[in-house]
């Protein structure tokens, strides 16, 4: 994996695209719906619990009242499934797509789905460097086929109240993941439905091998899964003694990581930044009475406190759009300054960053108190690589860790059954 260490808040993250024989595609005219009004099929995913679409459509419809949005919304675990559907047979919708994981637009753009943004940059001399560096990672071939909308790093999330209750300070934004496991033993308490875990890891693969990754010297596409061995080691004794909710009881069981936060069963947890703005709307809702905070997340041992992993959201056009010149007035309007700013007043984060903007983050209703400077971050390494096989290399590196953290298999053997199959995706698509 490249490693972009950034200064302050240039927040780098990694998505990718990849490749797609030319820049073209013949604009059509904007078809207009009956009565005048043209109409903008977006796609995007669990669209009722977070602003984050909302808020981009409505400083749209400010610069274009005569537009009519149309939602194609999904739940998230499903949304890539119905894309894939939906542009299989070269459907004109969605004319504007937000783009959820790295493969997907890999995927898209080697099919021809979504459409180059060059010649629509270059006529509107849009300048790149709002975007801190992350409009350059998302190119391929020096080709522009998205621009990044949101970022998104992670955090260490807590809860004051039973970190009150205890006695026991606050997670500092200068821990390691040593120290981190030690506050979690400190914070484990009760039995059965009464138990509280010191920390909560979601099902997700990042939330283990993401901090072997923390450093920048390794990445999830390797040739040796031996750098893994660690932070599975933690993992597995963190799970062992208690500390961590049980992996095959979350996966079996389908619990979502904000149910359990949410509903107090654990003090602390690592999650993306995109989840302050779940909690604030939560909060301002009134269906969470608890106070909550979050920290840096915690680093290893010899990196520098402030260095986190992430990524970033893009937004595309549909290359069968029948829309698309005003697809690209939404997806440049919608990775503006201007909806960077309306974002930010909701607690959301973009790669677009200047002082104003951190301040609206700051200072939203319902933003924690003495958190700010968690959000000062030193440096960012991509979750995933630029790789043509990483959809294939991240498939057969879950089944492995699936069947580690369940005791299926032990680490090593996981770790060297992730080198081997990861080597001959690699020999078999070179």
Not at 14 to 30: P, T, Y
Not at 173 to 197: F, P, Q, V
Not at 371 to 388: H, I, N, Q, S, T
Request: aromatic share 8%; charged share 25%; glycine share 8%.
């Amino acid at each position: 994996m490249k490693a972009r260490k950034v200064i302050a808040m240039g927040m780098i993250a990694a998505m990718s695209v990849g490749m797609l024989a030319g820049c073209g595609g013949d604009k059509k005219d904007d078809k207009k719906e009956d009565g005048g009004k043209k109409k903008l099929t977006i796609s995007t995913w669990d669209n009722d619990t977070s602003p984050q679409f909302k808020t981009a459509v409505d400083v749209f419809k400010e610069k274009h009242p005569d537009v009519e949005i149309e939602f194609v919304d999904t739940a998230a675990n499903e949304y890539n499934n119905k894309l894939t559907v939906m542009l299989a047979g070269g459907d004109p919708d969605p004319d504007v797509i937000f783009v959820k994981d790295m493969g997907t637009q890999i995927s898209m753009q080697e099919k021809g789905q979504i459409e180059c943004l060059d010649k629509y940059i270059e006529k509107d001399k849009l300048d790149l460097s709002i975007y801190n560096g992350t409009a350059e990672e998302l190119q391929i071939d020096g080709k522009q086929y998205t621009l990044p909308y949101r970022s998104d790093w992670y955090v260490l999330y807590y809860n004051k109240d039973l970190f009150d209750k205890a006695n026991v300070p606050y997670p500092s934004n200068d821990m390691t993941w040593d120290e981190y496991e030690e506050l979690a033993r400190k914070m484990t308490s009760g039995e059965g439905n009464e138990k509280i875990y010191g920390t909560h890891n979601h099902n997700w693969m990042a939330l283990v091998c993401n901090w072997a990754i923390q450093d920048g010297k390794n990445t999830l596409v390797s040739d040796d899964y031996s750098f893994l061995k660690p932070a599975y080691e933690q993992a597995l004794r963190m799970q062992k003694d208690g500390i961590l909710q049980d992996y095959a009881t979350i996966k079996t069981g389908n619990l979502h990581y904000s149910s359990v936060f949410q509903q107090q069963q654990c003090a602390m947890m690592p999650m993306g930044t995109w989840f302050i703005a779940n909690l604030i709307q939560a909060q301002n809702a009134g269906e969470i009475d608890f106070n909550w905070g979050f920290a840096t997340i915690p680093h290893p041992e010899g990196v520098e406190a402030g260095n986190s992993v992430g990524a970033v959201t893009p937004v595309a056009i549909n290359a069968n759009s029948d829309q698309k010149d005003l697809a690209w007035e939404f997806v440049k309007c919608a990775t503006s300054v201007e909806t960077a700013e309306k974002l930010a007043e909701q607690g959301i984060l973009t790669v677009v960053q200047n002082d104003t903007i951190m301040e609206k983050v700051t200072s939203v209703e319902g933003f924690p108190e003495g958190c700010a400077e968690a959000l000062e971050l030193k440096g960012m390494v991509f979750d995933r690589p630029l790789d043509k096989n990483i959809e294939k290399i991240r498939k057969a590196v879950e089944e492995e860790h699936d069947l580690i953290m369940i005791g299926e298999e032990s680490i090593d053997d996981g770790l060297k059954n992730m080198t081997d199959r990861v080597k001959e995706i690699r020999e078999a698509n070179p």
